[in-house]
């Protein structure tokens, strides 16, 4: 079957209505805009105001001709007027038949789009290797990894990075604390290897070691580079890495920042940035001055005094890079990376680079009592935050379901934990600020994704019944018996989702995909109450239900699947 979309073909059918209505009053010219009309207006608007301009009348005059003369087409069965908008009404058994056909057939398929042709790369996360990632660093790769899966989803070929900093003198102290681990192990038990090289860096031989393998580094010395490396890679595993992959994100690509010092980039971006017009020099570290460029009064230093390159001038290699992989590129970035993502930018633009990347900034999470800092221990890491919230959903569980067995509830609790805390971050827009709160975080009720992952174990939970009643066939099923609004809501619901995710991947914005999922699922959980499937006395209605049911557990399935939450058969 081929992918398509319910919606996008009664507003097809709409358009071309419109096409022959407009030719024939002489509107030829006009550019036509489809919209939502509100609940009782009916499914699809045109406003008239853009074609009052093309024909020197008031838009409530165009909008009832235009009502006057069309002929509707296939699925559309009224237009009416109201005011400057022609409202479109769609038959709702039609919509009902082509919607369960497109979802039914379609299945994990359903929403997604034809490839687009267009390669992405989408950079988030890119923490600093040396620290575990705390909950203020994890809207990073929530907000990366569901934007990745919805463009993915939108027709995208998408390949998301993490940026792996090898190169400062964090993972250098770290690198040092490895290597002095075996001959002269610390006396503190508690210290970790980047605090062991901290600690050391305070004794002149460590200093100076530390200094020497910075500069080994920043020429490009293939051996200082590959212990850097594979020691920065060996402690993310054992924390970040494993920290994502706990939160169902997975990095398609770990790009290290030392490639591009050891294959020439970066020494070829700071010739070209010294050789432009724009570049100066203060006692022998040069810069450029960002106001004429972007209005910013601020100095862009790319080289220190003595020559080395700072983090802006790599990524500017990195960016050259990535042009050369992809059509377009997306940084999910800390509201703290604003000046350092302008030098990029303006870099890219001395360079010649007609393009630079799209930049989704991201505030921070702060606490009750403030903002978060390591410093100051003033910061929950999102492990301990992963670990709390299992416990509290396995507590949640039990409440529920205390005849479960010990390693479904686990299971489940686990599936809980997660979808909690990826929906709470995720279901915020990027820009605003979250103070984190664990009875927010991990509410199990109302607005959450256990409220969605509980309307999917519903209509699992009566699917299996209907299969164990040996009901499980209801492919012959007759779109014309639903009559009942709360059907029709809920398939005129799932019809949107399509558009949603296109929506969604248009505006960048996976927050509006949260909204969506938990208005299906409370559209859902009305339809159960509304409308009974299991209980209904008449065959055929009931076969009718269990279709919808089925194609209902399927648009949940899949708007969890791209917020990257798991779908629970049972709760």
């Known amino acids: 079957m081929k992918k398509y979309d319910p919606l996008k073909i009664c507003k097809e059918e709409v358009i071309n209505s419109l096409d022959s209505a407009l030719k024939g009053l002489g509107y ?16 699809i608007a045109l406003s008239c105001f853009a074609l009052a301009k093309v024909a020197k009348k008031a838009p409530q005059e165009i909008a009832q001709e235009i009502a006057g003369t069309i002929v509707l087409k296939g699925n559309i ?30 299945g994990d398929d359903y929403g997604e789009s034809q490839p687009i042709g267009k390669k992405i790369i989408l950079e988030h996360t890119s923490a600093n290797p040396t620290d575990k990632l705390h909950i203020g660093r994890a809207r990073n790769p929530i907000i990366g990894d569901t934007l990745a899966r919805i463009l993915k989803k939108a027709g995208f070929d998408v390949e998301t990075q993490f940026y792996v900093d090898d190169m400062g ?29 901290s600690k050391l860096s305070n004794t002149s031989s460590g200093a100076e070691a530390i200094k020497d393998m910075l500069q080994k580094l920043e020429k490009g010395d293939p051996e200082t580079s590959e212990k850097v490396r594979k020691d920065t890679k060996m402690v993310m595993d054992k924390d970040i890495t494993l920290s994502l992959s706990k ?26 940035l010294k050789k432009s017009n724009y570049c100066e020099n203060e006692e022998g570290a040069f810069y450029i001055d960002l106001e004429p460029l972007s209005g910013k009064k601020a100095k862009f230093f790319f080289t220190r005094s003595d020559g ?44 010649d680079l007609d393009k630079s990347p799209e930049v989704i900034f991201y505030s921070f999470v702060s606490l009750p009592e403030g903002r978060m800092s390591t410093r100051k221990g003033r910061v929950v890491f999102l492990d301990d935050l992963i670990a709390e919230a299992v416990e509290r959903a396995k507590n949640e569980v039990i ?29 915020v827009q990027p820009e605003k600020k979250i103070v984190f709160k664990w009875e927010e975080a991990l509410n199990f009720e109302g607005n959450s994704a256990p409220f969605i992952q509980y309307a999917y174990a519903r209509a699992s939970s009566i699917l299996k019944k209907a299969e164990e009643l040996g009901l499980k066939e209801y492919d012959d099923y007759d779109p014309s018996l639903l009559d009942h609004p709360s059907e029709f809501n ?41 409308c009974p499937v299991l209980g209904c006395d008449d065959d ?27 779908a629970p058969q049972k709760m």
Not at 89 to 101: C, H, M, S, V
Not at 543 to 562: D, P, Q
């Open 247 to 272: 939160i169902n994100v997975e990095v398609d690509r770990y790009v290290h920042e030392s490639q591009f010092v050891q294959d020439g980039s970066v020494e070829k971006v700071i010739d070209a």
């Open 308 to 351: 080395t390159s700072l983090y802006a001038t790599r990524d500017i290699a990195y960016h050259l890079w990535k042009f050369e992989h992809c059509d377009e590129a997306i940084n999910i970035l800390g509201e703290d990376h604003k000046l350092e993502s302008e030098q990029v930018k303006v870099g890219l633009k001395i360079l």
């Open 169 to 197: 003198k964090q993972a250098v102290t770290l690198s040092y604390g490895i290597k002095m681990w075996d001959t002269k192990p610390p006396d503190d038990d508690s210290l970790g290897p980047y605090q062991y090289g």
């Open 540 to 566: 055929a209605i009931r076969i009718v239900r269990l279709a919808l049911v089925a194609a209902a557990k399927t648009v949940l399935h899949n708007s969890l699947f791209c917020l990257g939450i798991e």
């Open 399 to 427: 409440k529920r379901r205390e005849d479960l067995p010990e390693q479904d509830i686990q299971e489940i609790a686990k599936m809980v934990a997660i979808g909690a805390i990826r929906y709470n971050i995720v279901g």
């Open 77 to 106: 069965e009224k237009c009416e007027n109201d005011g400057p908008y022609v409202n479109f009404y769609i038959n709702k058994q039609k919509l009902a038949e082509i919607t369960l056909e497109a979802v039914l057939g379609l």
């Open 28 to 43: 030829n010219e006009a550019e036509l805009k489809l919209e939502t009309p509100p609940e009782e207006k009916g499914d």
């Open 490 to 530: 809920l398939i005129k619901e799932m019809a949107r989702f399509p558009e949603t995710i296109a929506e969604c991947a248009k505006r960048r914005s996976p927050h509006l995909l949260a909204a969506y999922s938990f208005g299906f699922a409370s559209m859902f959980n009305q339809f159960y109450r509304d």
